[in-house]
């Protein structure tokens, strides 16, 4: 029972990291005018992750239930555990990435066209 609330809790945490990760990543890449995807941000991101779902790992192992820790074993299941949740949550990032942007770059990179979904959606909201 504590090793299942160990990785619940640990599961949380990656699913946090995940989503906030991915976040930051997107708007580095508008910061950066970045095109398409950057390989360095994502795996950047998997070991922030891991890091993050380490320290919950470890945190509730040995300090809370006062129990031994094999920490390459723990870094495969972590890593295993990540994995498809960051491919998941990247997806939905890449699917979702400009659905609600307030405006896009014309091909010459001057002019703006006002994304027709964001102006709906500031409808919506001030009535």
């Not at 970045?34 to 795996?43: L, M, Q």
């Not at 779902?53 to 040995?62: C, G, K, L, R």
């Not at 870094?75 to 498809?84: G, S």
């Amino acid at each position: 029972m504590v090793t299942f609330f160990t990785y619940i809790v640990t599961l949380i945490a990656i699913g946090i990291s995940v989503f906030i990760s991915l976040f930051f990543k997107l708007e580095l890449e508008r910061m950066f005018r970045e095109k398409s995807s950057v390989i360095a941000f994502h795996i950047c991101n998997v070991l922030i992750v891991l890091m993050v779902s380490f320290a919950f790992h470890v945190v509730f192992s040995i300090y809370i239930f006062n129990r031994n820790l094999n920490l390459l074993l723990q870094m495969v299941i972590n890593l295993l555990i990540i994995l498809p949740i960051y491919i998941v949550g990247n997806n939905i990032f890449e699917k979702n990435k400009y659905f609600f942007r307030k405006y896009r770059p014309a091909e010459d990179g001057k002019v703006l066209v006002l994304n027709e979904k964001y102006l709906q959606k500031r409808k919506r909201e001030i009535k």
